[in-house]
Nanobody, 120 residues
């Protein structure tokens, strides 16, 4: 089981920045993929960014060039640096971990979510 603890959300003005953190209870090399989803009220859950155990990153088109996902392996933590924030970025951001066992069973774990609000 993987326990995820998120932090870093808050209220910022348009054009501002926030950095989200997601600390995992397991060595992240043993987690096949980690990343972030977001969900605004009344909208579908949207994938924001992912990073694999090999360090490969991927971003949704609307976040490319503004958001950066990174990791600190020693701290078992992934980060999401969000720059040039827009009001449409307002959502609850959820960290996730996707784990595939040696028996090929898959497990998905989620953090509690952190609110990001972009407003003037």
């Amino acid at each position: 089981q993987v326990h995820l603890v998120e932090s870093g959300g808050g209220l910022v003005q348009p054009g501002g920045s926030l950095k989200l953190s997601c600390a995992a209870s397991r060595n992240i090399f043993s987690i096949n993929a980690m990343g972030w989803y977001r969900q605004a009220p009344g909208k579908e859950r949207e994938l924001v960014a992912t990073i694999t155990s090999r360090g490969t990153t991927n971003y949704a088109d609307s976040m490319k060039g503004r958001f950066t996902i990174s990791r600190d392996v020693a701290k078992n933590t992934v980060y999401l640096q969000m720059n040039s924030l827009k009001p449409e970025d307002t959502a609850v951001y959820y960290c996730f971990a996707h784990l595939i066992t040696m028996a090929t069973m898959t497990y998905d774990y989620w953090g509690q979510g952190t609110q990001v609000t972009v407003s003037s």
